[in-house]
């Protein structure tokens, strides 16, 4: 197994892995899972997370949340077609009625009169009307319309608060669940990241990692802001292209990773993988390829292994790829790129220089020992050609770094002092590097703590030959 990844994998649960039998297979292939609110009870949602917790607690699990969007409530498959008519009401839970479409939206009354609803990114299409103090709709684009699918109105802004009393409850009960990260679904502005970040204050769980969705109108407008608050985003071409054209959606892309790297921000991007196709398997081969070169972070199977056929062979063929030996993301930053923190600014420059060692003397590997993940993580997301290890005590920082890019993490016992942490260093780097290095090969120690009050720790770095460690 390659323990230095140019990427890393996020894969979303569903039924097609909700089995210790079939999870065991890929656990240790997958970095971080993804849970999705929007789908299945609280006890499912539950049972995935114990079994991941089961075969391996390190991993990192994040939950994708609901936010303010709109759902179909039919317990069953709806069938409409073309200039059908039928009442549209508002249903909290699922109901079973295939004459009506029911959707979890309360005030279907402020709905006006021709506002378009859209199901499902434009599968279904139904121009509404009021008739009687009834909301009618009349199918303009038939389908079939599945189970609590995403509903947008055109013409028409839904009057939602962006964090409901609903979300509230859920993020409390998934943080005592083990939950480490949450992604916002359908972010408009830095505001909404804001609010979250106050309400997770309150319950006193404010190092909760925020990942923006980028999935919006709003969002590409206020993208450089949204960047800038979260911890992570994740970007979805195939949405781009739904909120844009193929020639903008490629410069919001380009601006976002430009941006992302600039600040020191690490970036996922959705992915699609077909194992049964070997003409589109090669192609989607070569597009993750590239994805890795401009600097992606990490990529989450979505489709892949929530509903396909093939996940156990989705997510090892995406393992294969980013394993793939000279596939380089190629930076050169010089300080003036990179944004240098007024608050960290110590750490930030010794992480920045470290950075450019790394470019200018041939080193094996990059060995950081860090509290609260601040260190690597910068390091990680200016893209080195290097290897990083990382060290900790702190349970949340090695869970975040599962995301980060050419970094293994070791947690210490708290007993452990980092000052004689390097008795164990020497061990860890044969096994990484298969026994395969050299008395002579350099290795850099990069010291840097946010807390600048600390006798023991050093802020800087220290250059050694294998053998001196």
Known sequence: MNYFHNAKIVATMWPSLDKETVLSKVINNIDTFRINLSHWDEETKKKYINMIIKLDSSKTIILDTRWPEVRTRNKEELILKKNQELPIEHAEFFKDDDEKLYIDYIQTENIPDWTMIDIDNGSILIEVKNKKWKLYGKVKKEGLVLINRHIDFEGYIPELPYLWEKDKRHIVWWIEHKVNAISVSYIKSASNIAEIRDFLRTVEWDNLRIIAKIETVDSLKNLKEIIETSDWIIINRKKLLILTDEKKAEKIKDDAIKWCHTIWKPIIRNTDLDVGSKKNSKKQADVIRSRIEEGIDAFMLTKDTAIAEEPIENIYK?????????????????????????????????????????KEIPIKAIICPTESWYTPARLSALKPEVPIIAFTKNDNAYRYLNLMRWVKWYKIADTFEYTNIKQIWKEIIRILFKWNISLDDKILIVHSSLEQNKAWMINGMELYKFKDI
């Not at 790129?337 to 790394?358: C, G, K, L, M």
């Open 318 to 358: 995406l393992y294969e790829i980013i394993n793939e030996e000279g596939i380089k993301t190629v930076t050169n930053y010089s300080l003036k790129n990179v944004s240098i923190s007024d608050s960290d600014i110590i750490s930030d420059y010794i992480t920045y220089n470290a950075y450019r060692t790394s």
